[in-house]
């Protein structure tokens, strides 16, 4: 774990362009991945996007600031697989949450209970917002708005606005 700080904040140094901080952003997600779980790219979920059941995994306040179109949040300290008992076990499920690494432990979860085709959004919602996806507020409106988790995460989000509260 303090290699991991110690290379978020050796990339955090060296930003000069988005094109190299998404380079360093692969490198810190690689790091961080187990790959328990398969991921989906964003693109390739834009073009699923109707066929599978987008579950959130961040705290309760970040999902309220924004979150994908037609996303259900289930949380991450509070998840419960009740939160998901009405859906088949052959349901596509595509997992997020700020970077990837919480929703990798929930499609861990999922994954054991049964669910057969449960995928990690890669990058999860910073990497959605960077490459100009829609997000919205909980009145389904588009927003601008992110929740950046906290201020060492949100260097990796660039564009948007942050929220840290």
């Keep these: 774990m303090r290699k991991l700080l110690l290379l978020l904040m050796f990339f955090s140094w060296f930003k000069p362009n988005a094109q190299t901080n998404s380079r360093a952003y692969k490198v810190m997600l690689e790091g961080m991945y187990k790959h328990t779980v398969p991921t989906i790219s964003c693109k390739d979920l834009k073009k699923e996007q109707s066929q599978v059941v987008l579950l959130d995994t961040r705290a309760k306040r970040e999902f309220e600031v924004s979150h994908l179109p037609e996303a ?5 300290e509070e998840f419960d ?3 998901v008992d009405n859906l088949p076990k052959n349901t596509p499920i595509v997992v997020y949450c ?8 929930i499609g861990e979860k999922l994954k054991a209970a049964g669910f057969q085709n449960v995928r990690n959004l ?3 919602i910073f990497e959605w917002v960077n490459q100009g996806n829609p997000i ?3 009145q389904a409106k588009p ?4 929740h950046a988790y906290s201020r060492s995460w949100g260097i ?3 564009k948007g606005e942050k929220v840290y509260e």
Excluded at 98 to 105: A, D, K, M, N
Aim: proline share 0%; net charge positive; glycine share 10%.
């Design 156 to 158: 990796w989000l660039n």
């Design 81 to 83: 697989l009740k939160k």
């Design 98 to 105: 700020t970077v990837g690494v919480r929703s990798e432990r």
């Design 72 to 76: 259900r949040w289930v949380g991450y």
């Design 136 to 138: 919205v507020d909980t």
């Design 143 to 146: 927003t601008q708005k992110v």
């Design 122 to 124: 890669y990058g999860s």
